[in-house]
């Protein structure tokens, strides 16, 4: 199932995600206060993601993995600066992607990726 996901971040293509979400995928962000819910509004927000933290140097450093619940840490550079995170996503039966929760750290970069990412959610939003 997360091979899915991981073949989406290597091509940095956002283009299978929705075949890859559920209807009812539940985002929680590290930026945003309440969950983002229905595959259409994470969907919009994973778009967001691969623009904003998917650069040259984005790398998945550990992965932890069972049936249907994987912790992948990554680390990438952004601005001149290191970000670390950790993305938990949880698949159910099918495959599709119902639960995806991201941490992100230090502090300095969790303010770098809330205002990149609002910028490219002003530009990904629908008119």
């Known amino acids: 199932m997360i091979e899915k996901w991981h073949q989406l971040v290597s091509s940095r293509n956002p283009e299978g995600l929705n075949a890859l979400l559920s209807d009812n995928v539940v ?50 550079e952004i601005d001149g600066l290191i970000v670390n995170g950790v993305d938990m996503i949880r698949f159910d039966s099918n495959g599709q992607i119902v639960d995806f929760k991201v941490m992100v750290r230090p502090l300095k970069a969790m303010n770098l ?12 939003k629908p008119s």
């Open 27 to 76: 985002l929680h962000s590290p930026v945003v206060h309440t969950p983002v819910q229905g595959k259409q509004m994470v969907s919009l927000y994973l778009h967001a993601a691969f623009h904003t933290f998917l650069t040259d140097s984005f790398t998945y450093v550990r992965e932890l993995n069972s049936e249907f619940d994987h912790v992948l840490e990554f680390q990438a």
């Open 113 to 124: 990726i809330h205002q990149k990412m609002g910028m490219m959610l002003e530009k990904l």
